[in-house]
């Protein structure tokens, strides 16, 4: 399932740094902005604890962990929406993606300049804000004048996008995204087919200095972060360039750090998880013999369709689902226990996977 979160902000916040830790990819860093003018992609492993106990009690001979994609673009400037900076190649960057990580400086130091000169996070989240809404703002006007000439005629399609259309134009007009507004179910699908930016689920990271790794939540901008977007996002703190560096060590290194540190896990485990969650993602395995394998899906996915995510026969020739949850692997301690304990279920059509699910998937083609 290729999902993608793009990694957005102003210049030197430490965007690239963030997707240097999480990918190990080496995107260009440099003291000054525009270091990465190509938007850079890379795959990471979603962390997940349940896959090595499941593999303890059905040993297979591979382990495959399921992954999320991240998208570093470059920073944004006040006045992209208008061509300044890269401009729109920034925008459009963004609008390929499924989600935004939205980074903010919440750390001051002298030797990493900032492009407005002065730290303050809110002014830069309020900055890249307007410039999406901006262009989301373009995108709607531009809709507009072609849809109200079609629902003249009453076409039905053209009559309900224009009632959605005009009830985002007041709202981004105003400086407010689109994500605040409360849609109908019907007009969910006209929205998403507009391809707005500031429809996308988003997740604000708060770059924290390293010695505030272990207690993000004690820096000083973190709450009013949270406050000023508590109506559209949550908030993280990770200290990117902490963990650009753990990234870098073998494993017993790593666990020597975070120790002395008194961190239980990198915080980009907290970030991975956040931002696979924040798209309706959710895990189910398969267990045993060649590999235990998670498997992405979006929430309320049906038994067929996720049996489909492994191949599409086992979707075309379902038949049913044998599943366990991982909870009660975990209590019983094998296939075996949880089948005599009557926790193993036969699933059929209309079964709405569950996170954490173990299942056989039964099919005939």
Do not use: C
């Not at 979160?5 to 003291?31: D, Y």
């Not at 009660?328 to 226990?337: E, F, N, P, Q, T």
Request: glycine letters at 8%.
């Amino acid at each position: 399932m290729a999902l993608t979160a793009g990694i957005v902000g102003l210049p030197n916040v430490g965007k690239s740094t963030l997707f240097n830790a999480i990918t190990k990819a080496g995107a260009e860093m440099a003291n000054y902005p525009f270091a990465t003018i190509d938007p850079n992609v890379g795959m990471v492993e979603v962390p997940d604890e349940r896959l090595a106990r499941i593999d303890e009690l059905i040993p297979a001979k591979k382990i495959v962990p399921t992954t999320f994609e991240f998208t570093d673009i470059a920073g944004i400037v006040k006045g992209a929406s208008k061509g300044e900076g890269l401009g729109n190649k920034f925008l459009e960057n963004i609008r390929q993606t499924d989600a935004i990580i939205h980074v903010v400086r919440a750390f001051d130091d002298d030797d990493i300049t900032h492009v407005t000169g002065q730290v303050d996070p809110i002014a830069d989240i309020d900055t890249i804000n307007l410039e999406l809404i901006m262009a989301d703002l373009d995108s709607v006007n531009n809709r507009l004048s072609k849809v109200q000439r079609a629902a003249k005629g009453r076409d039905k399609d053209a009559l309900a996008e224009l009632a959605v259309l005009e009830k985002l134009k007041p709202v981004l007009e105003a400086g407010q995204s689109a994500r605040t507004i409360d849609f109908t179910d019907e007009e969910l699908p006209v929205v998403k087919g507009l391809f707005l930016l500031t429809t996308k689920p988003i997740l604000y990271v708060a770059n924290v200095a390293e010695d505030e790794m272990a207690d993000p939540e004690s820096n000083q901008y973190i709450a009013k972060i949270r406050e000023h977007v508590q109506a559209e996002g949550d908030v993280i703190g990770i200290a990117a360039a902490a963990e650009e560096e753990i990234a870098e060590m073998d494993e017993d290194e790593k666990a020597d750090f975070l120790e002395m540190e008194g961190v239980k896990e990198p915080g980009l485990n907290r970030l991975i998880r956040a931002a696979y969650s924040l798209l309706g993602l959710e895990t189910f395995f398969t267990a045993g013999g060649k590999e235990t394998r998670a498997w992405t899906y979006r929430k309320g996915t049906k038994a067929p369709q996720a049996a489909g995510i492994i191949h599409s026969d086992f979707e075309r020739g379902f038949i049913r689902a044998e599943v366990m949850s991982f909870a009660d692997l975990d209590k019983y301690g094998s296939h075996a226990a949880v089948k005599e304990a009557g926790r193993l279920r036969v699933e059929g059509k209309d079964y709405v996977m569950q996170d954490g699910d173990i299942v056989e998937f039964r099919f005939n083609v």
